[in-house]
C-alpha cells in the first residue's frame, strides 16, 4: 500500500466488495454474479485528490456508492475518520453523511424536477436540522459561491438551467453540509470541453478553501491527470496499478495503464497513433478470466498470467503495480 | 402544446410567447396556465361544468318530479309543450329524468376512480420503493384482477354482491385500483432509481423525508392523468352494469337504466330513447378531452 508520510487517511479501504446477484426465472434464482467491486483497497489522506481511472463498467461508480455507502458492500472494512462505515448505526451514518457527499455524473437525473435549485441546495440542510430560513441563506451564499446568482438563479427550477449550470448546483448541494470528503463521480463527463474546464477550476479552488479531500473517478486521463495526486487504475472490480499521478504518466508500469495513456488523445501529431493500443471490450465481468483479468487483451502475457491474480506489490517510493512483469 | 425549453441566461428568447409570464412559476402553475390555454381543454372543462352543475342543483332545475309519471302521456317526443325533452315509457319527463341521472352517473364515474386514486397510489408506490418480495406480491395479486376483462370482472363482481349503487362503487374500484397500482408502480420504480434520490439518501434523508419531497412530487402527476383517462371508462361500465340491471336499482334515474328501460321503445320513438345514450357520450367525451389536455399540459421538460 502506498504510504501516506505517516499520516492518519481520512478514508480506509481494504478488501471491499460487491457482487451483483443476477436473478431470472419464476422464482427469482440467482444464476449468476457481476464481480463489480473485487477485493478494492486504497487509503485517502486529508486534503489530497485520489483519482480512480477505468473503462466503463470497471467498477468506479459502484465504488463511489459503497463509500457512501449508498449500497451495501459484501465483504471488506470501510473506515472514515477512523469510524468503521459499514457497521455505523442508522443515527451514526446520518452524522457520517455530512461529511461524505457525492457529485453526481448525469446533471439532468440529478436534480429533481419539481424543486427549485435553492430548495434543492437547501434539502440537506433541512434533513439535519437547520431551520429552513437559514437554509435557504446557506443555500443561496453557497450557489453564489459556485458562480450562480442566487437572485438570477435561486427560484429557478433544473430544466431552466444548462448542464453546466446544473453541474454548478450539485456541486452546492454536496458542500451544503460543509463535508471533509467529496466524491465526484465523473462530475465532468457529461459537459462540453470549455464548460469542464470552468467546473473543474471551480472544484479546485472549492477545494483549497475549504480544505477538501477528494475521490475523483473519471474514464478521462486528461482529466485525471490535471485534478489528482494519486491516482487509482481500475480494471473490472480490481485495482492494477497505483501511484502519484506523476509517477504514472511518466512511467506507467502496468500494461493496461500503459494502453490508457497511449490510447488518450493528444494535441502532438508525433505522440498520435495510427493503431489503438488495447482493442475490444473489456471481458463480462459475470465471468471474469482466470488469474490476472488483464491477460485476455494483454500483449505481454505469458502462461503464468493465468495461474493465479498477481498481487499489489511497490516497484517504487509510491508506486504499486499488480503485475507478473514485475514480480 | 411542444416542450419548451427555457434559456437560462436573461430569458428574452424569441418564443416568449409561448412561455409562462414569469419563468419562475412553480410546476403547478405552470400547469394551470397552460390549461388555460388550450381550447379543447376548456370547452371540455366547460361542458364538463355544466354538468356538474345540472347534477348539483337537479332538485331545483328539474321541473317535474323524476320518478311520477302519467299512464296517458307515455313518449311524447321531444318538444311537446311542457315536456321539452318529451317523456319515457312510464309517461315520466324526461328532462327532469336525465338531471336527477346525471347525479347517479357522476357519482358512479368518478367515487371508484378516486377510491382507485388513493389506494393504487399508496400499494403502488408502497410496492415500487419497497421492492423485492413485497413488490413480488403485491404486483402479481394485482396481476390475478388483469386475466379479466374490466367488464366481465364488473358483472362478475356486481353479480356476486348484489345490485345497488354501493355494490355498484365497490366493483368499479375492485376493477380500477390494480390499474392504478401498475402504472404507480412503474413510476415509482422509474423515479427511484433517479441520481436525485440517490443524493436525497447521501444527505441522510429518511425515508418519509425521501417519499415526501422527492418522490411523491415526480410521481403524482403521472398518476393523476392515468386516473383521470379512467372516469369516462368508469361511467361507461357505471351506464352499463345498471343498463344490465347490476347497478342502481329502479325507479331510480340513472342513464344507463334509462337506456335499458327505454330500449323497446326505439321504434315508437327513435329521438327519446336516445337522449340518455348522448348524455353517456359527451360526459365521458368531455372528462377524455379534458384528460388528454391534463396530460399535454403536464408534459413540461424535466
Known sequence: ?327 | MPLMHIEAVGGVGEDRGSLPPTVNMSYWRTVAWRLGRDPATLVAGTVLLLIALSAVLAPWLAPYDPNSGSIRLRLAPVGTSAHVLGTDEQGRDMLSRLLWGGRMTLVAGLTPVLVAFVLGTVLGVFAGYIGGLTNTIVMRTMDIFYAFPAVLLAIAISGALGPGLPNTLISLSIVFVPRVVRVAESATVQVKGLEYIAAARASGAGVRQIMRHHLLANVLGPILVFASTQVSLSIILAAGLSFLGLGVTPPAAEWGLMLNTLRQSIYVNALVPALPGLAIFVTSMAFNLASDGLRDAMEIRA
Open chain 1, 1 to 327: 500500500m502506498t504510504t501516506g508520510n505517516g499520516r492518519t487517511p481520512l478514508l480506509e479501504a481494504r478488501r471491499l466488495r460487491k457482487h451483483f446477484p443476477l436473478r431470472g426465472g419464476l422464482l427469482q434464482r440467482t444464476y449468476a454474479w457481476v464481480r463489480a467491486v473485487d477485493d478494492v483497497s486504497f487509503d485517502v489522506y486529508p486534503a489530497e485528490t485520489l483519482g480512480i481511472v477505468g473503462e466503463s463498467g470497471c467498477g468506479k461508480s459502484t465504488l463511489a456508492r459503497l463509500i457512501l455507502r449508498l449500497i451495501e458492500s459484501d465483504a471488506g472494512t470501510l473506515r472514515f475518520g477512523g469510524e468503521d462505515v459499514r457497521s455505523a448505526s442508522a443515527p451514526r451514518m446520518k452524522r457520517l453523511r455530512r461529511d461524505m457527499q457525492l457529485v453526481f455524473q448525469d446533471p439532468y437525473a440529478s436534480l429533481n424536477p419539481r424543486l427549485t435549485i435553492e430548495d434543492a441546495v437547501a434539502f440537506s440542510l433541512l434533513v439535519h436540522g437547520t431551520p429552513r430560513g437559514e437554509a435557504r441563506e446557506r443555500a443561496r451564499a453557497l450557489l453564489s459561491r459556485v458562480g450562480l446568482d442566487p437572485r438570477l438563479y435561486g427560484r429557478r427550477y433544473a430544466h431552466e438551467l444548462s448542464g453546466g449550470q446544473r453541474q454548478r448546483v450539485n456541486i452546492a448541494r454536496a458542500l451544503v453540509l460543509d463535508p471533509k470528503l467529496l466524491v465526484l463521480d465523473e462530475p465532468v463527463s457529461a459537459l462540453d470541453k470549455s464548460i469542464q474546464a470552468q467546473v473543474l477550476n471551480l472544484l479546485q479552488d472549492l477545494k483549497a478553501e475549504r480544505a477538501l479531500t477528494y475521490v475523483f473517478i473519471s474514464h478521462d486521463l486528461n482529466v485525471i491527470e490535471y485534478v489528482s495526486g494519486r491516482v487509482l487504475v481500475m480494471y473490472l472490480g480490481q485495482v492494477v496499478e497505483t501511484g502519484t499521478a506523476d509517477a504514472l504518466a511518466e512511467s506507467p508500469k502496468h500494461p493496461y495503464t500503459q494502453a490508457l495513456f497511449a490510447a488518450a488523445p493528444s494535441m502532438d501529431p508525433d505522440l498520435r497513433m495510427d493503431r489503438p493500443p488495447i482493442t475490444g471490450d473489456p471481458p463480462n465481468p459475470i465471468n471474469p478470466p482466470s488469474g490476472c483479468r488483464f491477460r485476455t487483451r494483454c500483449a505481454f502475457a505469458m502462461p503464468r498470467c493465468a495461474d493465479g491474480p498477481p498481487a499489489l506489490l511497490p516497484v517504487g517510493p509510491t508506486h504499486d503495480v499488480a503485475c507478473y512483469l514485475y514480480q
